[in-house]
């Protein structure tokens, strides 16, 4: 697995103090900052001193952003360095450590802050006095902010509670095309890359010409992700891992990369691979409704296996694993009903009297957190299929055939309604083990094949 990130926020070269003190801070990154990220088991990275018309390049904002750890020099209380604090500390509740030399004057807007102070001989240049001390000062700092997550940015202080995004998990990754910003033109080059005229394989290659003229350490987060979306959306799961492996480190390890590698090593039958990659995203950020879907999804794929080789033992073991999993999706955030109505999938697999009072208890639950969402944000095709999953479930056959008409509005990939499908599939096996009647789910798969095929 990759390592955690850590970007330096701090001057560059030799500068001047309020008092006239040189400091040279490339000697102060090398020997002391980056060697203490180092033995943290971090990766350090230090943006290069570009900038355009006095403007810092967007790739430095999203690295300032998006790695897991910042470390920040205050020293000589340069204006640029400031600048990117305050916007890490906007964005970021925890894991930003600033530092100081232990002489030097900090604006009184900082001094409160939890600042490491080091060590630098103004009378002998180059000499850090206390290297060693302060290196393990530093790392060890880092390394405890792994666990602690109280909150190390006034902005998150002093607001204390603010929402800053409230938007529900999955969404972000659906519709992160239509909210970034970026170059128009490539995002028609890749709009009009997926609907080529032609095979799976022309598309793809439309994707990869368009990927071969570009340098990617230089594209903007938004397009990056667009051309990961892009090989998610043609099914080419091999490019799409492929991809985000060659992607910039910083982008790479966000939590949506991360949970969108996971999702396509999983369809690449990648399993063991797949629950590394979430799980390490779990115990890095914390339970999440996004996360635990896609994890859960894997174990459900293991279930489905393990029942194709009629390996019943096994096979009920993974489908424990896959409902304990999706339940805890939905607990991590009750207004993704996502993993909510897989979770009732399962239990009605599962069938026992037990299960039965759990689904009649939970599935009031699910429908009320995605009419809830129907209210208030625009749907998609997943709001309608869950809702049409929840009416096989109940077997009003109407209801679902209702639905699944709405879900037609939507913009709809191919694997989704290989999704649904394969649920209501598993529907039907389970109620002809248990000698019920399949007519609903045989009748709704018979509808959505049509409108697929039509």
């Given at each position: ?31 002391f ?5 180092e033995?943290?088991d971090?990766?350090?990275i ?9 403007i ?13 750890y910042?470390v920040a ?18 964005v ?16 009184f ?7 490491i ?14 290297l ?23 902005v ?5 509670g603010?929402?800053?995004q409230n938007?529900?998990?999955h ?39 368009i990927v071969n003229?570009?340098?990617l350490e ?12 892009s090989?998610?959306?043609?099914g080419d799961y091999?490019?799409m891992?492929?991809?985000?492996e ?15 590698k ?17 799980e ?12 635990y ?14 029942r194709?080789?009629?390996n ?8 424990d ?6 339940l805890?999706?939905?607990?991590a ?16 697999l599962?069938g ?20 809830r ?11 309608y ?11 009003d056959?109407e209801k679902?055939k ?43 798969i ?5 409108q697929r095929?039509?």
């Amino acid at each position: 697995m990759a390592k955690l990130l850590c970007f330096t926020v701090m001057p560059y070269g030799t500068k001047k103090d309020a008092d006239g003190n040189e400091v040279d801070f490339n000697l102060v990154y090398q020997d002391f900052i980056k060697p203490a990220i180092e033995a943290a088991d971090m990766e350090p990275i230090r943006a290069d001193e570009e900038t355009v018309n006095g403007i810092i390049h967007k790739p430095m904002y999203e690295r300032l952003i998006l790695s897991d750890y910042v470390v920040a020099d205050l020293t000589t209380a340069n204006a640029n360095v400031f600048y990117e604090l305050g916007i890490r500390h906007a964005v970021k509740p925890f894991t930003t450590i600033t530092i100081f030399e232990k002489d030097a004057k900090l604006p009184f807007d900082v001094n409160y802050l939890r600042t490491i102070p080091y060590s630098y001989d103004y009378d002998q240049a180059g000499n850090l006095p206390n290297l060693e001390k302060d290196k393990e000062s530093l790392s060890q700092q880092l390394t405890n902010t792994r666990s602690d997550r109280s909150s190390d940015s006034p902005v998150f202080q002093l607001v204390d509670g603010m929402t800053f995004q409230n938007s529900v998990a999955h969404e972000k990754t659906d519709i992160f095309r239509d909210r970034v910003k970026y170059n128009e033109e490539l995002k028609n080059k890749l709009n009009q890359a997926r609907k080529t005229e032609g095979s799976k394989s022309e598309k793809t290659n439309a994707v990869d010409a368009i990927v071969n003229t570009l340098k990617l350490e230089n594209e903007e987060a938004g397009v990056l992700v667009d051309i990961m979306l892009s090989y998610r959306a043609l099914g080419d799961y091999d490019k799409m891992v492929a991809f985000v492996e060659a992607m910039p480190v910083h982008v790479q390890q966000t939590v949506m990369v991360q949970e969108q590698k996971g999702f396509a090593l999983n369809r690449l039958k990648r399993r063991d691979e797949a629950i590394a990659v979430l799980e390490r995203v779990i115990e890095e950020n914390g339970p999440s409704s996004e996360t635990y879907g896609i994890l859960g999804r894997v174990y459900k794929d293991l279930f489905d296996e393990a029942r194709k080789e009629e390996n019943e033992f096994k096979a009920e073991g993974f489908l424990d694993e896959a409902l304990k999993t999706y339940l805890k999706g939905f607990e991590a955030d009750w207004r993704d009903a996502y993993p909510g109505v897989n979770a009732l999938t399962l239990l009605e697999l599962k069938g026992d009297q037990e299960s039965k009072e759990k689904l009649q208890k939970l599935s009031p639950v699910v429908e009320y957190a995605v009419n809830r969402k129907l209210e208030t944000k625009t749907p998609d095709y997943w709001d309608y299929a869950t809702l049409l999953e929840i009416a096989v479930i109940e077997n009003d056959e109407e209801k679902a055939k209702a639905q699944l008409r709405k879900a037609l509005t939507c913009n709809i990939e191919d694997w989704m309604f290989g999704t649904t499908l394969n649920n209501l599939n598993l529907i039907k096996v389970y109620r002809t083990k248990r000698a019920e009647d399949t007519s609903v789910p045989e009748n709704v798969i018979q509808f959505i094949s049509q409108q697929r095929n039509s």
